[in-house]
């Protein structure tokens, strides 16, 4: 084990004490499940079913043409209506929404074939990566930062909990020790390697005695563990950087990089015969809540999970999806959990309601970017919709980690904004 030393960043709170060492429970079986079919790269989809079929757990319901990966019914039921609605990642897009009818009919996988081949075909036939390479700051994590036919020199499956309050990584490492490491084998021997890194936080230090005992038992694979501070963003080509930087990596290696709950997906699909459908999320509040790690199926409608884990007298009135620090803050709850989902965050106080005041232009946002921008100016760009500014200073960088916003004495929503400007008009 080695400690890899990062200085760009932020430091946050940590806020996730509740959550800490919590064993993920599963959420409840409820009525109506949104799947929303967004993609990374927005392509076009093979829709398989239609209003009034009747689909079983884990069926096909729709796949990209492209690159990006399947969607699956997370329960059996009716497929009641198609249509268009809000998603978490606060966009509209095509939905399909099953009624559960709580038969329990799993569709399960045919065995996989214990190859290199095998295992690819069988990542990719359970949704659990795709082969399109994402865009920076894309809120997927189901990928292979290169396709998995090209990179030979090494897995790192990234286990770290940066934000305040997430902690679903560490929770299924420290839970699923066992199958993440072999999650990750199945992928090593896809990617055809022995080398595989994982990456804790200083703070969880006391996992890596554990880890280094599961690796004891799997002599083949040259298994490491590296602890990285507790700074965020932790962004996938930074952590690559970094590893290189300290000679962790070679410097024109090609890795891959997935999380320990693909790791854990991975060993799902490939032991289990099970496709992608259920993530381990942390639920926390500033209120008093069921606070916890929960397995929860995507399409799971967010005022299920609100109804779940409230105790009386809840005022919780907005959600962020995903991450305090770039999620999306909403008002409406009917909407449904995302694949790649990794935290819910269910806030009494407003935010929405936060006034913006101007820009006093004191710099702190451009102190904390972590690609060196100068957010406020691609804020003022993005106002002004001057997409040819934006260019010229860097705007297509911008991997909208939040910190600019965050920092912002004045409250301006710079993140937001840039990476809006970014989606209609790039
Ligand atoms: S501009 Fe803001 S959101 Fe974008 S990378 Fe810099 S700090 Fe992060
Ligand atoms: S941190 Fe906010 S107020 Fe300060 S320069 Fe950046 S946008 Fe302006």
Known sequence: MKYISIKR???????????????PDAVPDFEFYHIDLKTPIDEALDIQ????????EGQLLARGKGKSSAFFAPVSGKVV????????????????VIRNDYLHNKQL????????????????????????????????????????????????????????????????????????????????????????????????????????KVFASYKNYRCQVYLLPNIYPLYGTYILQCLKKAKVLALHGKYTL???????????????????????????????????????????LIQDILDFVKVQNMKAE?????????????????????????????LHNNILSEKETTCIDCGKCADVCPVRLMPMWLDRYANEKDMSRAKKYGVELCIGCGNCSYI???????????VEFKKGGM
């Open 9 to 23: 960043g932020i430091s946050l709170p940590l806020l996730h004490e509740h959550t800490k060492n919590n064993k």
């Open 49 to 56: 079913v239609a209003e009034g079929d009747v689909v079983k």
């Open 81 to 96: 209506t198609i249509n268009k609605s809000l998603s978490a990642h606060g966009v509209g897009c095509k939905t399909i």
């Open 109 to 212: 996988l045919e065995n996989v074939q214990k190859n290199r081949g095998g295992y690819i075909k069988r990542m990719l036939e359970a949704g659990v990566v795709c082969t399109e390479p994402m865009m920076q700051g894309a809120l997927y994590t189901q990928y292979l930062q290169n396709t998995i036919q090209d990179f030979t020199h090494g897995v790192i499956i990234n286990a770290t909990d940066t934000e305040p309050f997430k902690t679903n990584e560490q929770a299924c490492l420290q839970y699923y020790m066992e199958q993440v490491v072999q999650g990750s084998m199945y992928l090593a021997d896809a990617a055809n390697t022995k080398s595989i890194i994982f990456l804790v936080n200083k703070e969880q230090s006391p996992l890596v005695r554990d880890l280094e």
């Open 258 to 300: 997935q999380t320990a709950c693909d790791a854990y997906a991975m060993y799902r699909a490939c032991v289990e015969n099970e496709v992608d459908i259920e993530r381990i999320i942390t639920v926390e509040s500033d209120e008093d809540i069921r606070w916890g790690n929960y397995f929860i199926k995507r399409g799971t």
């Open 318 to 346: 907005t959600v962020v999806a995903d991450s305090i620090m770039r999620g999306y803050a909403q008002e409406k709850l009917d909407i449904g959990v995302y694949q790649g989902m990794r935290g819910l965050f269910f």
């Open 408 to 418: 912002c004495p004045a409250r301006r929503h710079v993140t937001q904004r840039i």
